[in-house]
């Protein structure tokens, strides 16, 4: 503005002197009035270069996987290409995470604590406190905004969940979007898990469909690998010289397991002598691969007292469980498998690609998991995991039912507490524990062939998911500013793993010290010491100055099976001051145990203040859970207003899939309401009794809750309506939790995704006719007048 204003004023008198840019300007050239006597400079306006040389990187980071599941590490799941990756570079044993998600991920984006960037839990259980806002803050720059600024072309793809629930949404802020955040491109899913046959996608900032479905061969891992593999591509066809970055999140293994039949049929009875043989088998192959030291002991099966423990997290003994469980149970352990092996056959696809365009030499490939292997299938394994989020109990008898389908699109499944335990060999408990390793430990290998020299080495040094950014920073020759866009930042926690490349398996680790606490467990390590507080997550048991704290020396007793506390007083004293310490460094506190019903309810500020009238139109975006109506425990109405023909058909409105959801349809001339239970058939329905005539109309349902069921859902009528006369009612009861963490958001029109009745296919498009409007009201006055109702809609429209 000052150089334009100063051009200006020259234009009015004689030639000035030559000048430079005003003060402050990085510019060096010289302006005159007349362009041809000036000097230009290009400096200021040219894209920093990354450095000759710059290698890529492709970080590979998996949900939900133990020390113990994969073939690098000893495991029963078939791992092709993390074996090659292994096999030419370094394995880590000692890789520690958060034990959840989002917070584990938000250490991989920023090299800070996951307190510090507000992720004290999933974002869908954000509060109001500075360690868990549930959104990075801008002090807290991300290693894609540096290697951009670098250099580097930024790519994001699959999973993201470190946006908040309510900016999922199409007309939301994008601030903590991927692309806000650094990367130049996204394609995945925003939110903590997805259907695998039927993903939420978002590409870059927008709202997507998936290119085809599972009839036509469609599943979401190898999608993801081919839009990795296009974006290196086009990337290369007209930038080949700049050096990329990739940060590859597969669905797996995150529930729902999903994986096509002869990916689960290559695992037939491999996980038919059950998860305690399989602890015991695992453990001597780890230790035989130099993962874990000889003489390491296995940890019980269930080791939390009564009175801490957390029952949904009960591992039930394989010897009392019933032949059909023992089956059950085994199927879910062979989804599981074949699910990991067939996301790695794609990810090798992609570094086949790597080798086939010569860029393979100079690719740092890091392939990790975000926390230990997940309990969040209860005891006896789901179905249907949403089951578990709305704490309502599953059935063995209800699960059979579904076991030759397992793992397709029929079922949401997740296996039982048994198997994380396993697939956590040798630690105690699993993911959402911060306390004990089997939620934190991760497996990581780490291969570039032109910068590393070891090949199929282990390395013994403990790190910690912080240490990501400061190794990937290191390798790249740039630093993490002390300001950045104006912002002070918060410094860095990690430490770089580079040194580790060269380092001799068990030489010293440069780590001093690393604080744990999630959803009200905790613990803290240091210089080989762990002191770990017995807390259960989830339970609402509070007292945390009550805990009794544990110790654990892992430098000589890696799987923490002796607790040495009453030996070592001083020690253990020392740890829980440093503990506080970090906490208070961190902004740790409060500590939060409640349940996950209560967290993922909580009312959290939006653009969109909470309401009790919404409006929707037809054939806009899917409307995300976490913005849409809120249903949940109370009575609600749906109206629609719309001019039907003869030949009306389809879905006017819809919410949610077949593993929990409700829609409003028109079908054989009738007007139907699906509330679908958790996936529990057969379908809650009403049906008009009579049926629909062309026209101008009002149609709509009524649910009035009367009261509260044994596990927190809502029991009450349902009633449905054809402009203000009754045509069907019914008892009927509704979700104490969201239909899905997976999105499958508000339709008005059509389905998307996975339909939430088995009435119709989806995406069971309306026609015939035309939607104005649909409203959900959730206001307590009943449903007195429908017409009335509608008009009132139509005017606040």
Known sequence: ????????????????????????????????????????????????????????????????????????????????????????????????????????????????????????????????????????????????????????????????????????????????????????????????????????????????????????????????????????????????SRPWFMWFNPGANHA???????????????????????????????????????????????PLPKDVANAADYVRPWDTLTADEKKLFSRLAEVYAGFSEYTDVQIGRMVDYLQQSGQLENTVILYAADNGASGEGSPSGSVNENKFFNGYPDTIAENMKYIDVLGGPDTYEHFPTGWAAAFSTPFQMFKRYAEYSGGTSDPLVISWPKGIKARGEIRNQYHHSTDIVPTILDIAGLEMPKTYKGVEQYPMAGVSMRYTFDAKPDDATQKKRQYYAMLGTRGIWEDGWL?????????????????????????VDRSESKNVAKEN?????????????????????????????????????????????????????????????????????????????????????????????????????????????????????????????????????????EKTGEHGESIGRAKLYINDTLVAEGPMKTQAGKFTLSGDGLCVGFDSGDAVSQQYKSPGRFKGGKIDLVGVTVEKAQYLDLAKEAQRLMQVQ
Not at 110 to 116: A, P
Not at 672 to 681: A, P
Request: net charge neutral.
């Open 569 to 705: 007083p001083e020690k253990l004293q020392a740890l829980i001051k440093a503990w506080f310490e970090e906490a208070d460094k961190n902004m740790v506190l409060p500590l939060d145990d409640r349940s996950a019903i209560e967290q993922l309810g909580v009312e959290r500020p939006s653009d969109e203040p909470a309401r009790e009238r919404y409006i929707y139109y037809p054939d806009t975006a899917p409307v995300p859970e976490g913005v849409a109506g809120n249903v949940r425990g109370r009575s609600y109405k749906i109206l629609a207003n719309v001019d039907l023909t003869a030949e009306a058909s389809g879905v006017i409105f819809a919410h949610g899939s077949r593993f929990g959801g409700h829609a409003l349809f028109i079908k054989d001339k009738k007007l139907h309401y699906v509330y679908n239970f958790l996936g529990i058939k057969p379908e809650q329905e009403l049906v008009s009794k009579v049926p629909l005539q062309p026209g101008k109309q009002t149609l709509g349902m009524e649910f009035i809750r």
């Open 256 to 302: 729902p397991h999903h994986a096509p039949k002869d990916y689960i049929a290559k695992y037939k009875g491999k996980f038919d002598d059950g998860y305690e043989a399989y602890r015991t088998w695992v453990l001597e192959r780890m230790i035989a691969k130099g993962v874990l030291p000889k003489g390491t002991q296995l940890t019980p099966l269930n």
């Open 1 to 240: 503005m000052g150089m334009a204003l100063g051009l200006a004023a020259h234009a009015q008198q004689a030639p000035a002197p030559a000048t430079a840019a005003e003060p402050g300007s990085s510019f060096k050239g010289i302006i005159k009035l007349d362009v041809r006597d000036s000097k230009p400079d290009w400096g200021p306006f040219t894209p920093k270069k990354a450095p000759a040389g710059a290698p890529n990187f492709l970080f590979i980071l998996y949900d939900d996987t133990g020390l113990a599941a994969w073939s690098p590490y000893g495991g029963r799941i078939n791992m092709p290409t993390l074996d090659k990756l292994a096999a030419n570079g370094v394995t880590y044993t000692q890789f520690h995470t958060t034990a959840l998600c989002s917070p584990s991920r938000s250490t991989m984006l920023t090299g800070r604590n996951h307190h510090v960037n507000g992720m004290a839990a999933i974002t869908e259980a954000a509060n109001g406190f500075p360690g868990a806002s549930g959104r990075l803050p801008d002090q807290a720059a991300t290693v894609a905004q540096i290697l951009q600024d670098g250099g580097w072309s930024t790519f994001w793809v699959g999973k993201n969940h470190n946006v908040p629930e309510q900016d999922v949404a199409s007309g939301a802020s994008r601030k903590q979007w991927p692309l806000q955040k650094g990367f130049d491109r996204f394609y995945g899913f925003i939110g903590g898990e997805t259907n695998q046959w039927y993903p939420d996608l978002i590409e870059d900032n927008r709202f997507i469909d998936a290119p085809y479905g599972p009839e036509q061969g469609y599943h979401l891992s190898k999608d993801l690998a081919d839009k990795g593999i296009a974006m290196i591509r086009d990337q290369k066809a007209t930038n080949p």
């Open 531 to 555: 002191a770990a507080a017995t807390h259960a997550p989830l339970t609402g048991k509070g007292h945390f100055d009550q805990d009794q704290w544990e110790l654990y020396h892992v430098a």
